[in-house]
């Protein structure tokens, strides 16, 4: 078995909403004619724009969830629960959804990973039929912080099918190490929830900064007590952040065991070395949560990915002009911001507004339409041109 | 969407270097001329200096700042509110259309009502909605199916020629004589500085017409129709080979609108016996939406009062100055908040044109502040009620149908003079 990292930033497979997507109907000459005589009754709309307004979780809709309860966890942590439309196809513990979710009038999207059980029936309070994801806040977080704060019961959002490589094996190995840290909690509790019956010897080591942040602290707790899972909390108020070193004292044969590993950048960074230079970089499978974060400055490299060219921009070139002289055929208008003729999706980067200096910066893994004609590079960015 | 090489117009359009319209202040000095120059009559901002025009553009990039920032959940729920609303009207509309055959007291209630409702779904749909959407005001939303980049609309015209012909031209070059060809629309005389041919000495028919059936009028200007007409001669056969292309996609579009309204709604309605009733609801429908759009759209730029500007009068023409244009070339409708839905807030045109890309219920908000700067800085706020702005323009029409006034000749012996000509030339003259 490889090490696998799952990158959250790039979703393999998956449906998403595309722009002006059909709904796939079903076959049969006489549904296919059914089909044709909606798609002319529709134009220039398609069937599903009038359909979503009477049942937007339909079969056949974009896939979409309505968030049924909010239920805290910690102080800065809650678990969304959220009734899945009837297209929803399931998932492997351990996977992640992505959820978009409008923010003061914005769609947000991000990727949390499910925390229910996949065979759809009820558990640890979440309802059957329902998924669940639990996010914590934190600062500048703005769609984890909506979540816990402020997300009401009763919110239609918008979802992906599940996905992701962070998974157990089938069958289950014999020695398995779950190493989390914060919310990294969450795929891994998504796995106890599903597979502890297979599991056989598990070692658990999770970080948090305090006692009563531990998320899902009294369900790790009874699992322990159940001698079920063999649970070591590395509390950063009581030990310090986790010393690597001290898997060594907490969980002996770590290095026999399969481990899954899901935290912060730096925990993952530190672990995929450890392991590395134990020699058993192959048991190690991790989980990463953050997106690249850009830090926006002045200028720099713009990609156009269909037409495979970079050039370098500095702060006061439109994208528009820095691409038409690198030769990309650049959709182009009125070249003063009104007419909306020039906008291309942005799939990573950084863009200031030379108009009133605002800085947009890709933050999700959709594509962000842009204006190229009245923004200049602000952090290496990448379009789909 | 436009790919730079295919229009002709744009390699006139290309600033070199930053586009002086970016930023109110511009690095290089500014020339100081007006900043306007009416053609021939008197310029309403000849009292303004450079420095008036750039606190003017400041105070308006302020404005815009302010309530670009401000968007949110409301402005969101307001745009879901009048799709979904339109839609159910169309979708109860067409459902009542099933029926409307069926005579109560020799009376056709369902024809009335579903005719009703659906030329009220049209009209919310092309304007508050399609209009507004194209233009990008709720691009921020990040809403895949509400996107200026993915929005179709119930009309002749396909989007994306639609996007081209009036975000672009209409909205960059407003009221230049010679640049924005939405000005009379390349058939009509509607200003005194748009020199007279014999052509349009009919304008009060061609006016008409132009409104009956404006849907496909706005297609063939957006198409460039009467260009490719008047200069294929002299076009490159790449030239013509995107004609062809747009063509093609205007006749696609207009196959799939008449499909829907003309052939498949009344088909559908002959369960109860009513085809040719569903038939004649939809022409109708058409019909009402054709003339509304048009009454509500030549109130924009054409009363009395408006400015016109010379072609020159925009050469490096600063951020301000450009803001000036667009107050000083359009013109309100007074009315209620219904009237300005109705309009698709087309009502409050001068604020349209400052702010192309602002929620359009944001431009009721701020029109009393830009009444207010207006008149601090003493330019003239065009505004009537529909009936008196659209009168203004159907008298404009009939009046400019014939030369202007010049000394030393009357306008009939002019008008008799070039009939002379053209029935010797058998051509009716150009138009501009």
């Known amino acids: 078995m490889t090490a696998s990292t799952t990158d959250r930033a790039t979703p393999r497979g998956g449906t998403r909403p595309r722009l002006g997507a059909h709904t796939p109907g079903p076959l049969g000459g006489l549904a296919r004619g059914a089909r ?38 910690t102080d800065d942590a809650a678990t969304v629960v959220i009734r899945p439309g009837r297209g929803w196809a399931g998932h492997v513990p351990g996977q992640y959804i992505r959820i978009g979710i409008d923010i003061d009038g914005v769609r947000h999207w991000r990727a949390y990973s499910l925390t229910h059980r996949a065979d759809g029936s009820a558990a640890a309070g979440i309802p059957a039929g329902c998924v669940a994801i639990t996010t914590k806040a934190i600062p500048d977080g703005k769609v984890s912080t909506h979540l816990v704060r402020r997300a009401r019961p009763g919110t239609l959002v918008m979802l992906d099918q599940a996905t992701g490589g962070f998974t157990l094996p089938v069958p ?43 998320i899902f602290h009294r369900e790790l707790t009874e699992h322990h007590d159940a001698g079920r899972v063999a649970l070591s909390l590395n509390l950063d108020d009581v030990h310090g952040v986790l010393e690597l070193g001290r898997l060594d004292t907490l969980v002996p044969d770590w290095r026999e065991r399969e481990t899954w590993l899901c935290g912060p950048t730096a925990l993952l960074d530190a672990a ?94 959709e594509p962000l339409p842009v204006q190229t004609c009245i923004n200049a590079v602000a952090g290496a960015c990448e379009f789909d041109l | 969407m436009t790919l730079a090489p295919q229009r002709a117009d744009h390699a006139s359009t290309k600033p070199q270097g930053i586009n002086p319209r970016l930023r109110v202040t511009s690095d290089e000095p500014r020339p100081q001329r007006a900043a ?37 959940d409301r402005d969101a729920a307001y745009i879901r509110k009048v799709i979904r609303t339109q839609r159910y ?52 939303m990040r809403d895949p199916k509400i996107h200026s980049t993915a929005w179709e609309w119930d009309n ?4 994306s020629q639609w996007k081209h012909s009036h975000n672009e031209i209409h909205h960059t070059f407003t009221n230049v004589l010679g640049r924005d060809n939405d000005l009379g629309y390349g058939i009509l005389r509607v200003d005194e500085d748009q020199p007279w041919s014999l052509f349009y000495l009919f304008q009060p028919i061609w006016h008409v017409g132009n409104a009956l059936v404006f849907e496909y009028s706005i297609a063939a200007y957006d198409l460039e129709l009467g260009g490719y007409l008047a200069k294929r001669e002299r076009m490159s056969e790449e030239e013509k080979a995107t004609f062809r292309a747009n063509r093609n996609e205007v006749l696609q579009k207009i196959k799939r609108q008449a499909t829907k309204d003309y052939v498949v709604h009344p088909a559908l309605s002959a369960v109860s016996g009513s085809s040719r009733t569903t038939l004649t609801a939809n022409v109708v429908a058409n019909l009402v939406r054709n003339l509304w759009t048009n009454t509500v759209i030549i109130c924009g730029h054409f009363p009395p009062g ?26 309100n409708i007074s009315g209620t908040k219904a009237m300005h839905v109705i309009t698709g807030n087309l009502s409050h045109q001068i604020e349209h044109h400052l702010f192309p890309d602002m929620p359009s219920n944001r431009y009721a908000e701020i029109a009393p502040r830009i009444r207010d700067l207006m008149q601090r800085n003493d330019l003239p706020y065009v505004t009537g009620s529909l009936w008196k702005q659209a009168a203004s ?19 009939r012996d002019v008008v008799r003079r070039e009939l002379g000509k053209a029935w010797r030339s058998k051509k009716l003259g150009r138009r501009y």
């Not at chain 1, 192959?282 to 989980?287: A, I, K, P, T, W």
């Not at chain 2, 553009?57 to 404005?63: F, K, V």
């Not at chain 2, 323009?393 to 306008?411: I, M």
């Open chain 2, 306 to 331: 408006i400015s016109t500007f010379e072609k020159t009068s925009i050469d490096g023409e600063t951020r301000g100055e450009w803001y000036l244009r667009q107050m000083l070339g359009s013109g």
């Open chain 2, 156 to 159: 002749a015209s396909p989007a």
């Open chain 1, 172 to 214: 289950a190995p014999a020695k398995v190490l779950f190493l989390t840290a914060g919310s990294g909690i969450t795929p891994v509790i998504g796995m106890l929830r599903n597979h502890l019956p297979e599991l056989t010897d598990v070692a658990h080591v999770h970080c948090a900064p305090s006692e009563h942040e531990v």
């Open chain 2, 36 to 72: 306007l120059t009416g053609t021939g009559r008197p310029n309403p901002a000849a009292h303004l200096s450079p420095d008036d025009i750039e606190g003017i553009g400041h105070e308006l990039d302020a404005l815009r700042q302010e309530v670009m920032d401000s968007r949110g």
């Open chain 1, 36 to 73: 044709r005589v909606a798609e002319a009754l529709a134009t220039p709309l398609v069937p599903a724009d009038y359909l979503d307004l009477i049942d937007p979780m339909r079969a056949g809709a974009d896939l979409r969830g309505r968030i049924v309860e909010i239920r805290p966890e």
């Open chain 1, 272 to 365: 995929e070395k450890h392991w590395a230079d134990t020699g058993v970089p192959d048991r190690l499978h991790v989980e990463r949560f953050r997106p690249t974060v850009v830090e926006p400055g002045e200028g720099g490299s713009v990609t156009f990915a269909r037409s495979e060219q970079v050039v370098e921009a500095d702060g006061a070139t439109p994208i528009l002009d820095a691409g038409e002289a690198a030769g990309v055929l650049m959709p182009s208008g009125c070249r003063m911001g009104i007419c909306y003729g020039c906008v291309v999706p942005m799939r990573g980067g950084a863009v200031r507004d030379l108009r009133t200096g605002e800085v947009t910066v890709h933050e999700s893994d």
């Open chain 2, 89 to 140: 009207l169309e979708m109860g509309s067409r459902a009542l259309l099933l029926f409307s055959n069926v005579k109560v007291k020799g009376f056709r209630p369902a024809w009335w009502l579903g005719t009703a409702g659906l030329s009220v779904s049209k009209i919310l749909e092309n304007m508050e909605i399609g209009h507004n959407v194209m233009h990008g005001q709720w691009d921020w």
């Open chain 2, 393 to 411: 323009v159907y008298l404009k029409v009939v009046q400019l149908s014939l030369p202007n006034k010049v000394e030393g000749e009357r306008r």
